[in-house]
């Protein structure tokens, strides 16, 4: 068996061709959709980021802000500038870009962002509402997982789900809106990290397995079930034959003789977490100026 391949390249223009329809009648509304990307210090990773994301906006209709704060700059700053952005009526989405320089209190940054303001999902108002059922904004990541679960024709209900990473900006919401009450969750879900015993009897007993831990190709075919689904967030450089190159958190040459599909690093869950980015900003420009938006991304 060799598995048919998820193309996330493909899916997140299916989903920027949704947004931007939807910016465009946003527009006719005399709403133009603004998101607010700020960025601390130089890092040379996360200026790309922004880069892209900028972009991304651009292609589909949405007004991008660029808000730059010297890296030596004391944390102040940074809430001063968010807190604009928060009382600011133009804009409707912020992102603050991650890693921060290590004056700056991540958690605190977090909670300072608006919560209907919070396109990242992160803040704990939003994370509470997921939880509930009743989110506002998904996080980027998660959300992606699953449309690229819904166009892999994977139904969701019954299944036996691993996910490989507890982190609170994917492993837990997606393992969340996974187990919850509609048509692309009802799964069981195991969580698994790096305490759990005997990772691969875990990852076997799947029908589908999301890897998110951050380790390079730890997940390889023998921990599969035939024809089980994965889907790979990891994005790791390592350094092989002399030369730098992106692996994801599977396998993937050994994986791909054993699962039934899986989803590609890159081009597979990367394209779609900026894709979903996009869905929480027309998302957000609606419930800030109170206009329906009637987007489903998944």
């Given at each position: 068996?060799?598995?048919?391949?998820?193309?996330?390249?493909?899916?997140?223009?299916?989903?920027?061709?949704?947004?931007?329809?939807?910016?465009?009648?946003?527009?006719?509304a005399g709403v133009e959709p603004t998101l607010a990307t700020v960025l601390m210090?130089?890092?040379?990773?996360?200026?790309?980021?922004?880069?892209?994301?900028?972009?991304?906006?651009?292609?589909?209709?949405?007004?991008?802000?660029?808000?730059?704060?010297?890296?030596?700059?004391?944390?102040?700053?940074?809430?001063?500038?968010?807190?604009?952005?928060?009382?600011?009526?133009?804009?409707?989405?912020?992102?603050?870009?991650?890693?921060?320089?290590?004056?700056?209190?991540?958690?605190?940054?977090?909670?300072?962002?608006?919560?209907?303001?919070?396109?990242?999902?992160?803040?704990?108002?939003?994370?509470?509402?997921?939880?509930?059922?009743?989110?506002?904004?998904?996080?980027?990541?998660?959300?992606?997982?699953?449309?690229?679960?819904?166009?892999?024709?994977?139904?969701?209900?019954?299944?036996?789900?691993?996910?490989?990473?507890?982190?609170?900006?994917?492993?837990?919401?997606?393992?969340?809106?996974?187990?919850?009450?509609?048509?692309?969750?009802?799964?069981?879900?195991?969580?698994?990290?790096?305490?759990?015993?005997?990772?691969?009897?875990?990852?076997?007993?799947?029908?589908?397995?999301?890897?998110?831990?951050?380790?390079?190709?730890?997940?390889?075919?023998?921990?599969?079930?035939?024809?089980?689904?994965?889907?790979?967030?990891?994005?790791?450089?390592?350094?092989?034959?002399?030369?730098?190159?992106?692996?994801?958190?599977?396998?993937?040459?050994?994986?791909?003789?054993?699962?039934?599909?899986?989803?590609?690093?890159?081009?597979?869950?990367g394209p779609m977490t900026r894709a979903m980015l996009l869905v929480n900003t027309?998302?957000?420009?609606?419930?800030?100026?109170?206009?329906?938006?009637?987007?489903?991304?998944?």
């Amino acid at each position: 068996m060799t598995a048919d391949i998820i193309d996330g390249d493909a899916v997140a223009d299916a989903v920027r061709d949704d947004v931007a329809t939807t910016a465009e009648s946003l527009s006719a509304a005399g709403v133009e959709p603004t998101l607010a990307t700020v960025l601390m210090g130089s890092d040379p990773a996360s200026e790309t980021y922004v880069s892209l994301k900028q972009d991304d906006c651009a292609e589909v209709g949405i007004e991008a802000r660029d808000v730059r704060i010297d890296g030596d700059a004391p944390a102040s700053e940074l809430y001063d500038a968010v807190a604009e952005l928060n009382d600011d009526p133009d804009v409707h989405g912020v992102l603050v870009q991650q890693p921060l320089p290590d004056q700056v209190d991540d958690d605190e940054v977090v909670r300072a962002v608006d919560p209907r303001k919070d396109v990242d999902g992160f803040h704990p108002e939003n994370l509470g509402r997921l939880v509930r059922g009743n989110a506002r904004y998904v996080p980027c990541t998660p959300l992606g997982v699953q449309r690229l679960l819904a166009e892999a024709g994977v139904d969701t209900a019954g299944a036996d789900v691993v996910v490989v990473g507890r982190s609170t900006i994917v492993g837990k919401p997606l393992a969340t809106r996974l187990t919850t009450k509609n048509d692309s969750g009802n799964a069981t879900v195991t969580v698994c990290h790096s305490r759990t015993d005997d990772l691969a009897a875990k990852t076997r007993a799947a029908d589908v397995v999301v890897a998110a831990v951050g380790v390079p190709e730890l997940v390889d075919g023998s921990m599969l079930a035939e024809g089980a689904v994965v889907v790979d967030v990891g994005i790791n450089r390592v350094e092989r034959d002399g030369e730098s190159t992106l692996v994801g958190d599977v396998d993937y040459e050994s994986a791909r003789e054993v699962a039934g599909a899986i989803t590609p690093v890159p081009g597979g869950v990367g394209p779609m977490t900026r894709a979903m980015l996009l869905v929480n900003t027309v998302r957000a420009a609606g419930l800030v100026e109170g206009v329906d938006v009637a987007l489903e991304a998944v």
